[in-house]
């Protein structure tokens, strides 16, 4: 249920969905050899052969890792509120800013943000969890390092990447309105950590650091209304989650993909 409603919205639309269980709290290395094993039992299944790789968060790194080790089973990566620079929150619970440039409150914000996302992400009883290795991976220093072994589709700013690389295709999008809902538990935390930034973000990821491939756009979301979570609380006002997965079906559908 982490992508709440969503399979289900596009297995009406005529999608083939599957949803991946990778450790919550992993390397992007880890999470993205459980994920190839994964993609690999899907094509055995199916018969296809290529998929279409979905990922939120973390999930976009670990998305494009597979895309980058196995090219040839992977028509397209879009990566949602992608963490594809690192995450400022990641940077602060890793202690590599500056002491005395945050308040204690706002650290203490972030910490429990961090750890709640984790919680709703970690259904997969059995898998090892290393929040470590997960958040060295998810800091800008890891993100760097990541990058610089698998470029493909990044931006050299904060506007469009290539849309084609390695003969795969790049997509993202990204929610920059970290308050939301306020019926929502998970808001308090998303502003509390938006303080951080000091520049477009969801609560979680900077509107920059989610680019990659086409960029389809920034919506009134939180790091979590992009997963249409908490159960579906989101920003009455402004374009349902829900529906951003079912037009990029019919995109990749019309792309032949
Ligand atoms: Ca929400």
Redesign the pocket.
Known sequence: DYFYGIPSALQQGGARVFVAQVSAAESTEVRGEQLLAQVRQVLALTGAGKVNLIGHSHGGPTSRYVAGVAPSLVASVTSVGGVNRGSRVADILRGVLPPGTLSEAVVNGAIQGFVALINLGSGGGGLPQQPVAALNSLTTAGLADFNRRFPQALPSGCGSGAELGNGVRYFSWTGTQPV??LL?V??GSLGALSLVFGEANDGLVSACSSRLGRHLGDYG??H??EV???LG??NWFATDPVTLYRQHARRLQQLGL
């Open positions: 939301t809902n929502d998970s808001d979301q939180n979590l209304d249409n979570q908490v609380l989101r």
